[in-house]
């Protein structure tokens, strides 16, 4: 009897073999239901053979095939089959973690129907002209539609307020609901904003020129016209009836972007995926992209799983974010599995930034990827900012200010211009101290200490969530004087307003945007001019376009410089030149200040200079010396548990077993995460890094089997190859 081999969302590396009864037809990539355990769970088909190795009385039946929605394409199966193999995680649960979460469930998939309109006799018999001018989007859509049938896909790209009208012109009977398919556009409208600049033309061309794939690097630095690139790119393969895939890193910059990509390409049907969506309409959108009817595929980190059957470009904003890898689960960089992606589909591929990652500039000096740069504004008035530096190492501040700090923020505000803080710590402080005897607010379940938070006077944890009152006294010696140590968002926003009580404030950090939407207001506000100064956290730092901020303030940037993690300084720069990217965009120059202990430093010295060549060459020398990527490949082994003891033998026993392994691999010792316990468990990890690629895997291969075989009952570990956090 035919079997099928099932992928199940099980921490096994293996298949599961399933007996296919006569009356069932099962292709592969479609979701079947069968029993597991006690249990009836959804697999993936992702083989059929003629027969099984196993015992036939061993093998139980497919209960259903589930065919409700297409199966999906053999090109994703192999991206993930990659995915498993590389990452280490097992086949199943990679499979099953990179569906829509109603892919995964038994509940059948309702899909809506996409309905057409098309016009009535009646609205096919009106005469435009007895129409008042004014219903300017009635006009529009009945003209439209003159030409063919509309989907509501397309005739909301018309105008936001399309649906209100075409109800308005169901109900006066000029336009029905069909079943006639609009024909699938063929050529497309593209909106041409800019001629592009020379630079902009060159980066065009290389790319539209490439046959098969390659991997481009645009290096452009901020407001040099990346995402104008993007949109010619994508014209182009959307004229050969191509798709295209763009990741992007933050989920609050979607709702802009899809809005503009909407704009440039007003018929072509474009669709955003991102984790802060329904499950319905996520899996709704994945099947317009699976279906090809999705031209523009707009996502953050998982929407690089989205089957794209006539993938025609990808492009990556932002290239160099953390946000692209996964933190958990299966621990994959959407970039690296994009560009893998590229290469298995053979087409082009542009990671944009302008901070490329290390990993990246190394492979675009050394000619694995092709760069292209940018190093004009692109629009011509606008200006790079001045970036200077307030030396901190010998003068007073006030909650974290310098006297040239608030004269520059005072002369904005004569000039009615803004100004935007930067900080990256939100809450009042980092913690709470006596006076007397030095206790500090430290968190009883981490290893972390508990952030003072003065509005709500409670302290909290930013790593495991645990909170209490701000007590009234030392809880070590009575003391009842207990002063806040550091600042955050929240002390210099007080600070602020006490210095400029006329100043209209607004701070912006993750808990002043918790609520949806919250965000969306304060953007607006900032756009129409109603804040004067801006405090905040890296939520704005990233690709906002404030016309009239002028002025950039950075307080206490000096933590990364001494941070354990030997990529901090890297991450610093790339934050601080994209949050200086944010001043003096239009006609108005802009001005970024720095308060350091350190402004002779080679971060800061590349930042006045905005150089970031300069930058990325002192950190490749450095890192060479080290030994560290990207001159070399690692792996992280992660444990964490309730016992202590049990962690470090358990990653003792992978050590002994890692060494006697390989001598292609350099293993470290077992040593304390950063966060060396967090919500009552301990964790520690151990790194192992090769020359190569090739030869990690290799150890991989070997390794996981024996970490497989260690008694590890009460914890939890994990691998992370090429991981990002320490
Ligand atoms: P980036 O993504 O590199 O930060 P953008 O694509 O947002 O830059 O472009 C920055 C600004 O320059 C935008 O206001 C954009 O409209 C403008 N711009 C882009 N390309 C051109 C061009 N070829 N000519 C004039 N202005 C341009
Ligand atoms: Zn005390
Ligand atoms: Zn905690």
């Known amino acids: 009897m035919p079997v099928v081999l099932v992928a199940i969302d099980v921490p096994l590396s293996t298949l599961f073999d399933y007996l296919l009864g006569v009356d069932l037809v099962a292709e592969v990539g479609q979701r079947v239901l069968v029993p597991f355990g006690r249990k009836q769970v959804i697999g993936i088909v992702m083989e059929l053979a003629e027969s099984s190795e196993l015992a036939t009385e061993r093998i139980k039946s497919v209960v259903q095939v589930l065919d409700g929605v297409p199966p999906l394409p053999a090109e994703l199966l192999t991206l993930l089959r990659f995915c498993s193999d590389y990452y280490h995680y097992p086949l199943g649960m990679t499979v099953m973690s990179a569906l829509p979460a109603r892919l995964r469930a038994q509940e059948p998939i309702m ?222 960089s959407a970039r690296d599995v994009a560009i893998s992606r590229a290469n298995q589909r053979s087409v082009p591929i542009v990671l944009g930034s302008a901070t490329p990652s290390l990993e990246s500039y190394y492979n675009a000096q050394n000619g694995r990827y092709q760069l292209l740069k940018l190093t004009q504004r692109a629009a011509e008035q606008a200006q790079l900012p001045q970036v200077r530096c307030i030396n901190t190492s010998n003068i007073p501040l006030q909650e974290g200010l310098s006297p040239a700090m608030l004269a520059a923020l005072a002369e904005r505000l004569q000039r009615k211009e803004q100004s935007l803080i930067f900080i990256n710590r939100r809450g009042y402080a980092p913690v709470l101290m006596c006076t007397a005897c030095g206790w500090l607010s430290g968190c009883p379940d981490c290893a972390g200490k508990l952030v003072l938070h003065l509005k709500d006077r409670r302290l909290r944890c930013h790593h495991c969530g645990h909170q209490e009152r701000v007590p009234h006294a030392c809880p070590s010696c009575g003391n009842t004087d207990l002063q806040p140590v550091g600042i955050g968002t929240q002390r210099v926003e007080e600070a602020l307003q006490t210095h400029f009580p006329d100043a209209r404030i607004l701070r912006v950090d993750r808990d002043s945007t918790r609520n949806k939407g919250s965000w969306l207001k304060m953007r607006q506000q900032i756009q129409d001019d109603a804040v004067d100064i801006l405090v ?134 077992v040593v304390a995460a950063t966060m060396a316990k967090r919500a009552n468990h301990f964790r520690a990890q151990l790194l192992v890094q090769s020359a190569t690629r090739k030869d990690l895997q290799q150890f991989l291969r070997a390794w996981r089997p024996l970490l497989e075989g260690l008694p590890a009952q009460k914890l939890r570990w994990s691998l992370d190859i090429d991981p990002l956090d320490f």
């Open 111 to 332: 899909i809506r129907q996409e309905i057409n309109f098309g016009l009535t006799a009646a609205g096919r018999a009106l005469d435009l002209a007895t129409l008042p001018k004014r219903r300017v989007i009635q006009h529009r859509i009945l003209q439209a539609l003159h030409t063919n049938a509309l989907s509501g896909i397309q005739i909301r790209t018309l105008s936001a307020s399309a649906p209100a009208n075409l109800k308005v012109m169901i109900e006066q009977g000029w336009v029905e609901s069909t079943t006639i398919p609009p024909p699938a556009a063929a050529a497309h409208t593209f909106n041409v904003v800019h001629t592009p600049t020379a630079a902009q033309q060159q980066a065009i061309e290389a790319v539209t020129q490439t046959q098969g794939y390659r991997c481009f690097l645009l290096h452009g630095i901020t407001g040099s016209g990346k995402t104008e690139v993007y949109v010619h790119l994508m014209n182009h393969a959307l004229q050969q009836g191509k798709q295209v895939l763009l990741l992007v890193p933050e989920i609050n910059l979607t709702p802009q972007l899809e809005n503009y990509f909407r704009s440039r390409f007003p018929d072509a049907e474009l669709v955003s995926l991102h984790s802060g969506m329904s499950d319905s309409e996520r899996v709704g959108k994945w099947l317009r992209a699976q279906s090809g009817q999705a031209r523009i595929v707009l996502g953050t980190r998982l929407a690089v799983f989205t089957p794209l059957p006539k993938l025609g470009l990808i492009l990556v904003d932002e290239e160099h974010d953390s946000s692209f890898k996964q933190q958990d689960g299966l621990r994959y």
């Open 536 to 669: 905040g956290t890296q939520i704005l730092a990233k690709g906002h376009d404030f016309p009239n901020l002028t002025l950039v303030g950075v307080l206490n940037p000096d933590g990364a410089l001494y941070s354990a993690d030997f990529r901090a300084s890297e991450k610093l720069f790339a934050q601080l030149a994209q949050v200086a990217g944010r001043a003096g965009r239009a006609d108005k120059p802009g001005e970024v200040l720095l308060q350091t202990a350190f402004p002779d430093h080679p971060i800061f010295r590349a930042l006045r200079a905005h150089d970031y060549d300069a930058w990325a060459q002192v950190l490749l020398t450095e890192r060479e010396q080290a030994g560290f990527p990207p001159y070399v490949f690692q792996v992280l082994l992660r444990a964490e548990g309730k016992q202590e003891n049990e962690v470090y033998t358990f990653l003792k026993c992978a050590r002994e077993a890692a060494v006697k392994l390989s001598n292609s691999v350099e293993v470290y010792g």
